[in-house]
């Protein structure tokens, strides 16, 4: 049981690890956006538009295994 808890207490430090990068890069990614739109609006409104089609995808395809359960 202590084993247990300790996997998980050691899990949720990495996670937390984790969440503190990603929050570091998404601010990247938006800073790149910005800059990306101020030098072609047309080129990143299109790239952005592909973006969303494709996330959107992942969400179905994601949906579907959650509905495997």
Known sequence: MR???NKIKNGLKL???IQKI???NNKN?????RLSLKLDFK?????LKDIVSDDKKI???AKKIYRLK
């Open 43 to 47: 080129s990143t409104s299109k790239i």
């Open 59 to 61: 969400s179905d395809l």
């Open 22 to 24: 990603r929050s570091r």
């Open 29 to 33: 990614w938006m800073d790149l956006l």
């Open 15 to 17: 996670i937390n690890r």
């Open 3 to 5: 084993s247990k808890n």
